[in-house]
């Protein structure tokens, strides 16, 4: 990433709290992750008890999939967003969401983690309801996290939901699966 896009990320991330990263991972990566997350065993997750389920497969930090994420370079993009010295980061935690028709996740924010990269897998929906909505001082943006696409933000103090996903007219199946990777720091 050169200095004028790490510029903007930055700018922005300090600003709102978030920053959108178009076409972050590579095709090649996206199909690494999600043989990864074929393996990996699967549960039924819920925020804070609503009555709104998905998949989750977690990710064990450890897996060679995921060490992009944890990369100097990818550190580097954190650090500059989140003005955190580089050797402030202490370890990650990752598992991927997926969503099928009907379903969403409830308006919340999350209870721990510095911060979060949610990153586009998958995605089979209508516009309107394939967007993961951030709330920030200057009201709610939705993102649509096509694969590649990568959305950091600070999970703990922005609230984000998504509405029922839906599919496309013509469409047999509505589908959406993210990567989440949860960025801790040294205290």
């Given at each position: ?12 991330y300090r ?5 959108f ?5 590579s095709p090649s990566?996206?199909?690494?992750l ?5 393996k990996?065993p699967?549960?039924?997750v819920c925020?804070?008890g ?5 998949k989750?497969a977690?990710?064990q930090?450890?897996d060679?999939v995921?060490?992009?994420y944890?990369?100097p370079?990818?550190?580097?993009l954190i650090?500059a ?9 202490q370890?990650i ?13 409830p308006?919340?924010r ?15 929906a209508?516009a309107d309801?394939s967007?993961l909505?951030?709330e920030?001082?200057?009201g ?5 996290l096509?694969?590649?696409?990568a959305?950091?933000f ?6 984000h939901?998504?509405r029922?996903?839906r599919?496309?007219p013509?469409?047999r199946f509505?589908?959406?699966t ?10």
């Open positions: 990433m050169d200095a004028r896009h790490l510029d903007a990320h930055r700018t922005q600003e709102k709290l978030h920053t990263l178009r076409k972050y991972t990566l996206i199909a690494r999600k043989n990864a997350i074929k990996a699967h549960r039924q925020v804070n609503s009555a709104e389920r998905w989750s977690k990710l930090p450890s060679p995921l060490n992009f944890v990369s370079e990818h550190l580097e650090a967003c989140t003005a955190l010295p580089l050797n402030s980061f370890g935690r990752a598992w991927a969401h997926s969503y099928s028709e009907g379903e969403s996740i308006r919340h999350d209870a721990a983690g510095f911060c979060q990269l949610v990153v586009g897998l998958e995605l089979l209508d309801s967007l909505y951030i920030s001082g200057s709610s943006v939705g993102y649509r096509d694969p590649g696409d959305l950091l600070k999970a703990t103090q922005l609230y939901w998504t029922p996903l599919k496309l013509r469409s509505a589908k959406r993210v990567l989440v990777v949860r960025y801790g720091v040294a205290s």
